[in-house]
């Protein structure tokens, strides 16, 4: 499998993480993403859709959902709570679908949990039709190259280990009594840009939203996130 069992591993911790209202920042910067998202037309596939929150937001949006994940208990969630989806066990590097098969592949914060992120995004570009969009979530590179040095709202963003290289990223978080620790992949820009040409994408729309303003008003520990971007997001096409 392309993924990490991490994701396996960590799955009850990321689903009292994921639905618990308003905890995680998706519910922050999803309408960011969406602004990114085409209509829904014929089939939506969802890439390492996890429990299955971004698959719930694409149905409600009139899109017909198929899902994958690699980790079969957050797949089994998903379907629970989305009894209209199809959610199937797979690797993102290694798609079970022919060629052509969607209008329209999302990838929300799943490619940089992929071992071979190149081979992703030229499955997902073999299973787009010829006039099909992929919309893709990351963490941005430059929140995966450093850090602020402390809480405060204008503390300084620090880059300590290097950037250019493709590297591990691991981090524990504790928010509100609950736990998670992410691992993955951090990529430079450079690295999701060449991913793109080798599967002759090109990029549409590149957004890299700060943190809306009533969301640092609830949480104003989250306040320097108007400064420095945390997520990357892009709409491409053939």
């Known amino acids: 499998m392309g993924v990490d069992p991490h994701w396996e591993q960590q799955a009850e911790n990321w689903l009292a993480w994921?639905?618990?209202p308003a905890h995680d920042?998706?519910?922050s910067y999803r309408e960011a993403f969406f602004a990114l998202v085409p209509p829904a037309r014929r089939a939506t596939l969802e890439i390492g859709c996890g429990e299955g929150r971004v698959a719930?937001?694409?149905?409600?949006?009139?899109?017909?959902v198929t899902a994958v994940d690699a980790a079969p208990t957050l797949l089994a969630a998903a379907a629970a709570a989305h009894a209209g989806g199809r959610y199937l066990v797979a690797d993102a590097a290694d798609l079970p679908f022919e060629d052509a098969s969607f209008?329209?592949?999302v990838a929300y914060n799943s490619l940089m949990d992929v071992e071979d992120m190149p081979a992703a995004v030229i499955e997902a570009a073999r299973v787009l039709r010829p006039d099909g969009h992929l919309c893709a979530c990351v963490t941005h590179p430059l929140a995966?190259?450093?850090?602020?040095d402390s809480p405060q709202a204008d503390a300084p963003f620090v880059i300590e280990a290097g950037y250019l290289e493709p590297r591990r990223f691991e981090g524990r978080f504790e928010r509100d009594g609950l736990e998670m620790?992410?691992?993955?992949?951090?990529?430079p820009l450079e690295s999701y840009s060449r991913a793109l040409e080798a599967a002759q994408l090109r990029i549409e729309a590149l957004r890299e939203p700060a943190l809306p303003a009533e969301a640092a008003r609830r949480r104003p520990e989250e306040a320097r996130w108007r400064r420095i971007p945390m997520f990357l997001m892009f709409r491409a096409a053939r």
């Open 18 to 20: 994921a639905r618990a």
């Open 25 to 27: 920042v998706y519910w």
């Open 56 to 64: 719930r937001d694409l149905a409600a949006r009139g899109h017909e």
């Open 103 to 105: 209008d329209l592949v």
């Open 144 to 148: 995966d190259a450093g850090g602020f």
């Open 181 to 187: 620790t992410f691992r993955g992949w951090a990529y």
